[in-house]
């Protein structure tokens, strides 16, 4: 069984059992159970159900494990050549580390 659940404005397939790693949930301790009701598309055995545009009454309950996870830096360079324009920035994401407990469709 999974789900394709809206969290944060991205997509994940979400299956029991699993990880997923999304941005970060600031008002969230470790340990919290958190739920997700923008779920687009849930299968069972051989049924699929679609939403237009969500699957009614189904949801996704997942249990935070670590609230701040950083992710690996990422380098923004920027250069105009011949114009002595150079930046250089570092950018580190801010995710949360949750475990998908059950997909209620």
Do not use: S, W
């Amino acid at each position: 069984m999974y789900a394709i659940v809206e969290i944060q404005g991205q997509q994940f397939k979400a299956e029991p059992e699993k990880f997923l790693y999304v941005h970060y949930l600031g008002d969230v301790k470790e340990g919290d159970k958190v739920e997700f009701d923008r779920v687009f598309l849930t299968q069972a055995d051989e049924t699929v159900k679609v939403g237009a545009p969500t699957v009614d009454g189904a949801k996704v309950v997942c249990e935070v494990l670590t609230p701040l996870v950083k992710g690996e830096k990422v380098i923004v360079f920027k250069k105009k050549r011949r114009k002595g324009y150079r930046r250089k920035n570092g950018h580190r994401q801010y995710f949360t580390k949750v475990l998908v407990k059950e997909v209620v469709a």
